[in-house]
């Protein structure tokens, strides 16, 4: 009896598990501008490097880059695209 007990607890905690969208790291559509992203979109279509002149915090995210999914909103998301050019500037 135990044992179809325990048996049951497992297959209970085999559940799906809730699906998640994935962060794209940008803020949310209208939310405010707290990394000041708009005033270095003229950065876009440059190369990697121009963006070292950009304020901290601040990260480069390349097309398979792994990234965290924390938000901070203070930090500026530098996307660069398979030849490290800029392709967007977003707070996150």
Avoid: W
């Amino acid at each position: 009896m135990k044992y179809a007990l325990l048996a049951g607890l497992f297959v209970a905690g085999c559940g799906a598990l809730p699906v998640t969208t994935p962060r794209t790291g940008a803020a949310p559509a209208g939310g405010p501008d707290n990394c000041n992203a708009a005033a270095h979109q003229g950065l876009i279509g440059m190369d990697a490097a121009s963006s070292l002149a950009l304020p901290e915090p601040k990260r480069l995210v390349g097309p398979n880059d792994a990234v965290t999914t924390d938000f901070n909103a203070g930090r500026l998301n530098i996307q660069l695209n398979e030849t490290d050019n800029i392709i967007a500037i977003t707070c996150g």
